[in-house]
T-cell receptor, first 114, second 113 residues
Framework: DAGVIQSPRHEVTEMGQEVTLRCKPISGHNSLFWYRQTMMRGLELLIY????????DSGMPEDRFSAKMPNASFSTLKIQPSEPRDSAVYFC????????????FGPGTRLTVL | DQQVKQNSPSLSVQEGRISILNCDYT??????FLWYKKYPAEGPTFLIS?????DKNEDGRFTVFLNKSAKHLSLHIVPSQPGDSAVYFC????????????FGTGTRLKVLA
């Protein structure tokens, strides 16, 4: 069975450029989460969707970040313009239901903004 | 303000001995707790969970203890094996809002052969 798929696995870009991260959740899962991992703050929830609808985006750092889920099998996280402090590993996770129980994480996208 | 704290960034343990990873939380509205394990270049994977109505949950070599009055949970691994070397995250479900999970900063466990 395919797990959560994220692309790209690595992204190196220059400050000011637009970055788009992509996620395909596990088929049948109806909740999708975007997290950011940094040394200082660990895993931070950025936003989560249930049935393609954003439920909580309180973790989105600022207006430069946006996320969409146009259908049940695809989500994007966009950063525009990117800044060096956005450098981190971004994870997508999915699960069935709203929140109870384990989430299944993708392998992550390592973003480096120069 | 970190609501879920893992105060030990790293821990080294000899193979065969017990590993104890700790996690403290501040919010009494947390009702469900999970531990995840993460290897390098991979996403976290679920390890074990505990509900706030319990004080212990065991799964093979892994046991999680919850002390609600102290707002503290711990993960015990007995016996520790080199394959257990990874970063461990604890997570708590916040029932005060949208029922999201709050993760800690992680503890890197190294099991020495």
């Amino acid at each position: 069975d395919a797990g959560v798929i994220q692309s790209p696995r690595h992204e190196v870009t220059e400050m000011g450029q637009e970055v788009t991260l992509r996620c395909k959740p596990i088929s049948g899962h109806n909740s999708l989460f975007w997290y950011r991992q940094t040394m200082m703050r660990g895993l931070e929830l950025l936003i989560y969707f249930n049935n393609n609808v954003p439920i909580d985006d309180s973790g989105m750092p600022e207006d430069r970040f946006s996320a969409k889920m146009p259908n049940a099998s695809f989500s994007t996280l966009k950063i525009q313009p990117s800044e060096p402090r956005d450098s981190a590993v971004y994870f997508c996770a999915s699960t069935v239901g709203t929140s109870l129980g384990e989430q299944f994480f993708g392998p992550g996208t390592r973003l480096t903004v120069l | 303000d970190q609501q879920v704290k893992q105060n030990s960034p790293s821990l080294s343990v000899q193979e065969g001995r017990i590993s104890i990873l700790n996690c403290d939380y501040t919010n009494s509205m947390f009702d469900y707790f999970l531990w995840y394990k993460k290897y390098p270049a991979e996403g976290p994977t679920f390890l074990i969970s505990i509900s706030s109505i319990k004080d212990k949950n065991e799964d093979g070599r892994f046991t999680v203890f919850l002390n609600k009055s102290a707002k503290h949970l711990s993960l015990h691994i007995v016996p520790s094996q080199p394959g257990d070397s990874a970063v461990y995250f604890c997570a708590a479900r916040d029932t005060s809002g949208t029922y999201k999970y709050i993760f800690g900063t992680g503890t890197r466990l190294k099991v020495l052969a």
